[in-house]
């Protein structure tokens, strides 16, 4: 979810697409401006973040990886839980994948927030030789659907920083929020584990309820 | 998502481990398995996460209960030359449901709720569970909200504030002054008794230690020598301490609490309270429901390269025909996996086929015994308990609904900003353990009774004797789901059978059977190393290997954006609950 403050927004987005359409490469070279010609199935890797200037606000992106449980078609709803953008992904060399992007488009319809952006990104557009996804069919199927289109390449950077830009740009910006904003536990070794020894017991009961 | 091959190849066939459902306890030992660097193929033969312990819409509740209450028709697998086949079936874990709907308007919004299955349940800001999140980093998955109050029946049927702090109790206006004091002086007690326990740890003793023959006798008793009056008594033991049964029953007493582990617990609920310093009380729950847990350390598992697949039945479980050892799976799609080791969930029983009446085998892949069952309940209404607490625990303590009630009733409410239900709607979750379904339905309707007025154009009787308390406003139950759930514990063997969701409000006792699962499945790795557990810089780094730290510090220091993060503090009770 969007979430707004003094101008600067913190949204949620989700990355969907087949397996080996670039989805990982797509977030590399957006927050590294790294590319990897033979990138492994993503493991390790499911949380990034960037943060970008547009015109009237700073954007500042959690970018979820799927973790390789799209595979088997097993992602769990808590992927698309507050997600304020997604880029679906698909390999302009596969018609499959392109095919399969519309069925995300539908989970995502079915299972998302309906305000979330959603951004269709033809990726490995610098294989043109190897093209079977014409632009056209893309960007008229997008139009359908309510998506914005483009086509991206995770090697050349080509629109990559665009698409972010673009959905940036899209978001929607006094949106209220939806779901209610909780609280992540976060660990932090604050004064050292012996001053934290102070919790233990009831020490603490004095102040609690001041804070 | 529809997927136009039902049941897909799975690619690898050779795994370390394979694990069949998804809930709490498998998706914890599926994480902590890849942590350790195994190659772990995660199956569920359901359509979502969390077995037993998912939140699901309002009408997938209702058909997984219907679903895991029947007894399913036996399969007959064929094995290949080298093994043996044992059937996988599902055994039906709860039974007695019974659903009943006073206003349409709940099933309309269906898609809205994330019911528990395994309600009600909260986390202790300072348990296992909350450790667990932290040591695994799949706390950066789930947000989580206090719960606002906690009450306890008193023996007039009415609910009061539960003092768990000092400065609780000063503020309470129920308590007299006398009852202030005696429970200031106690807490004083406990806590003198805390530091020096810790103090002997470091080598001093100042002599403040409750007495080891204290220690060792029923807490009730050591309450009573604190010359505590009932109604404080009360509050401590179901209300703080959590107990079951009826402390005051003597011998007839199934689980009497010693003073040793009520202390424990005191100690757990007190520093939890403020273990998150914007966090006020001792309790929180996942936005999203319980059914976020499961799916968060599924989601740790993942990034740590496990394989999942859902919607993929196991039919029948592989041996070695010569070493009768376990050998791997055979899915649905026929495909056979092989693996190492296998955990399994308790709703399934792995069985011999007719054909090959293998007694010993048998004997080896112990099913898993019944040990006893909860009464569960959920029940939605449109309007709160009490107007200035969105969520909250009620507790009704052992003789407090009717003489012959036996254990605590446990209720938990809570409101749509748990995004668990539509606005304007409450979910309350109720359960008892008990006996027989009997007598667990008695105890459900007896707090369902004194919770809610039933609706106007209900159905059923509409009760008479609630007319006369109409005066209290109670809320009008709408809905409610009422089922027995079987009690299993966790169990070793050639498959590594985990438990069923126990009748705690934490998840304490169950993660203390993980990890000791784990172990034995195991021994030579660590459950969840704890390195980054000191570390947050390194936990966030662990997870995107590439390394974005400019995103660690601007997440960590996030302010502004309506979702407040916390600290937490390192507690040596957090640290030495693990060992």
């Not at chain 1, 830009?165 to 584990?193: F, S």
């Not at chain 2, 055994?91 to 809205?112: A, G, L, T």
């Not at chain 2, 510090?553 to 954006?561: K, Q």
Request: aromatic share 8%.
């Amino acid at each position: 979810m969007a979430t707004n403050g003094h101008n600067n927004l913190n949204a949620k987005l989700v990355l969907l697409g087949d397996m080996g359409a670039g989805k990982s490469s797509l977030v590399l070279r957006f927050v590294k401006g790294q590319f990897l010609e033979f990138q492994e199935s993503t493991i390790g890797a499911a949380f990034f973040s960037q943060t970008l200037a547009v015109n009237d606000a700073t954007v500042k992106f959690e970018i979820w990886d799927t973790a390789g449980q799209e595979r088997y078609h097993s992602l769990a709803p808590m992927y698309y839980r507050g997600a304020a953008a997604a880029i679906i992904v698909y390999d302009i060399t596969s018609a499959d994948s392109f095919t399969r992007a519309k069925k995300w488009v539908q989970e995502l319809q079915k299972q998302g927030n309906p305000n979330m952006v959603m951004a269709l990104a033809g990726n490995k557009a610098d294989l043109e030789e190897k093209r079977k996804v014409t632009a056209d069919e893309a960007r008229v199927y997008a139009d359908e659907n309510g998506l914005f289109f483009m086509e991206t390449s995770a090697k050349t950077a080509a629109n990559v920083n665009d698409i972010f830009h673009e959905i940036a740009k899209r978001l929607p910006r006094a949106q209220p929020t939806q779901n209610p904003a909780g609280m992540v536990l976060v660990d932090r070794p604050a004064e050292g584990a012996r001053a934290a020894s102070c919790s233990y017991g009831f020490q603490n009961l004095g102040t609690l309820y001041s804070v | 998502m529809a997927d136009p091959e039902p049941y897909p190849p799975i690619d690898p066939t050779n795994f370390d481990l394979i694990v069949i459902g998804t809930g709490l306890p498998e998706s914890i030992i599926a994480a902590a398995a890849s942590t350790a660097g195994k190659s772990v193929l995660h199956l569920d033969p359901n359509p979502h996460y969390g077995s037993h312990f998912s939140s699901l819409t309002l009408q997938d509740l209702v058909s997984y209960l219907n679903i895991q209450s029947i007894n399913p028709q036996k399969s007959n697998t064929e094995a290949s030359d080298r093994t043996i086949a044992l059937d996988v079936t599902t055994r039906p874990i709860y039974s007695d449901i019974e659903i009943c709907s006073y206003d349409n308007s709940v099933k309309d919004h269906s898609r809205k709720f994330n019911l528990d299955l395994a309600g009600p349940r909260v986390l202790f800001c300072a348990d296992l569970a909350v450790d667990l999140l932290l040591r695994s980093s799949a706390n950066q998955y789930v947000e989580f909200k206090n719960i606002d109050a906690s009450y306890v029946c008193d023996e007039n049927g009415d609910l009061m504030n539960v003092p768990d702090s000092k400065s609780a109790v000063f503020k309470d206006r129920t308590l007299k002054y006398s009852e202030k004091n005696q429970l200031n002086s106690f807490f004083k007690l406990v806590q003198g008794h805390l530091e020096a326990v810790k103090s002997v740890d470091i080598g001093s003793d100042d002599g403040k230690m409750i007495s080891e023959e204290d220690l060792e006798s029923p807490f009730v008793v050591f309450l009573d020598k604190m010359k505590l009056p009932p109604k404080i008594k009360s509050i401590i033991l179901y209300a703080i301490a959590m107990v079951d049964y009826d402390q005051d029953a003597g011998e007839s007493c199934k689980d009497i609490l010693r003073t040793r582990d009520g202390i424990d617990r005191l100690a757990l609920y007190h520093s939890s309270v403020g273990r998150f310093p914007n966090a006020l009380g001792a309790l929180i729950y996942p936005i999203y429901g319980q059914g976020e847990l499961p799916q968060a350390f599924c989601r740790r598992a993942a990034v740590k390269g496990c394989l999942y697949v859902l919607r993929m039945p196991v039919i029948s479980v592989l041996l070695n025909k010569d070493s009768g050892n376990y050998n791997g799976v055979k899915l649905v799609s026929g495909q056979e996996i092989t693996s190492n080791k296998l955990v399994i969930n308790p709703s399934f029983t792995i069985t011999s086929s007719p054909s090959e009446p293998l007694q010993d085998v048998y004997k080896v892949f112990n099913v898993g015994t019944v040990t006893g069952k909860l009464a569960r309940g959920i029940c939605i209404t449109k309007s709160s308990l009490k107007p200035d607490a969105s969520s909250c625990l009620v507790i009704y303590p052992p003789r407090s609904l009717y003489p012959e009630q036996a254990t605590s009733i446990r209720v938990l409410q809570l409101s749509s900003n748990l995004a668990v239900c539509p606005s304007g709607m409450f979910v309350f979750y109720i359960s008892v353990v008990c006996d027989d379904a009997l007598e667990g339905k008695k105890s459900l309707h007896a707090a369902i009774d004194n919770l809610f007025s039933r609706h106007t154009s209900s159905p059923t009787d509409s009760g008479s004797t609630d007319q006369t308390e109409s005066a209290k406003v109670k809320p009008t139950l709408l809905w409610s789901a009422l089922y027995i759930q079987d009690l299993i514990e966790g169990l070793m063997g050639p498959a590594v059978m985990t438990p069923t969701p126990d009748g705690n409000l934490n998840y304490n006792d169950l993660l203390h059977a993980t990890s000791k699962l784990f172990q034995k499945l195991y021994p030579d790795d660590e459950f969840f190393p704890k390195t980054s557990y000191t570390d947050s810089s390194d936990q966030f780094e662990d997870d995107s290997e590439v390394g974005v730290e400019s995103y660690i510090s601007s997440r960590l220091g996030g302010t502004g954006d309506g979702g407040d993060t916390v600290d937490v503090h390192h507690g040596v009770w957090t640290a030495s609950m693990w060992l």
